[in-house]
């Protein structure tokens, strides 16, 4: 802002609508309208040594533990990406890809992204269909992960 003009993203704010993006393996960007589950962290553990003179337990990292995400799109006629990879686990043919989920500004720049490796289509969710209103079909897409890296653009 030295030249008297405020930056184009002056602070963060709320994301609009359809301002994420995720990458399935090697499949094109797909939109969603909210990510949620993106979560890891040690769970606390209290150990005492045998021999400490001290009666209280020390706390100490478990092993790290990641969640299971959950991705809201709009039902795309003819996109079966979701269903012919869940489709692959009824047949016995484990298919983990690696997912990458984008923040992305106003732009389409990246602001910040999550990779999730070995990650598996846990269960897909079809929307509940209405014949009043004009609601868009929203799918429900939950992807379980063993490990998240996060890393700003």
Same mark, same amino acid.
């Given at each position: ?19 994420? &993006? ?14 949620? /589950?993106? &979560? &890891?962290? *040690? ?28 991705? *809201?799109? /709009? ?5 079966? &990406? ?34 999730? *490796? ?11 269909? *209405? ?23």
């Amino acid at each position: 802002m030295a030249d008297g003009k405020p930056a184009a993203q002056d602070s963060p704010g709320p994301r609009p609508p359809f301002s994420f &993006t995720a990458r399935f393996g090697d499949d094109a960007d797909t939109p969603f309208a909210d990510v949620t /589950g993106l &979560t &890891t962290g *040690h769970p606390v553990v209290e150990c005492r040594q045998g021999n400490s003179p001290v009666v209280n337990p020390i706390k100490m990292p478990g092993a790290a533990r990641v969640g299971v995400i959950a991705l *809201h799109t /709009g039902l795309i006629a003819r996109n079966s &990406t979701f269903w012919a990879w869940l489709s692959d686990f009824r047949r016995n043919a484990i298919a983990r890809r690696t997912v990458v989920i984008k923040l992305l500004d106003d732009t389409g720049t990246v602001l910040m992204a999550w990779t999730l *490796h070995d990650a598996w289509p846990a269960k897909v969710t079809n929307p509940n269909f *209405h014949s009043e209103g004009d609601k868009v079909a929203v799918e429900l897409v939950e992807i379980a992960f063993d490990k998240l890296d996060a890393t700003d653009a």
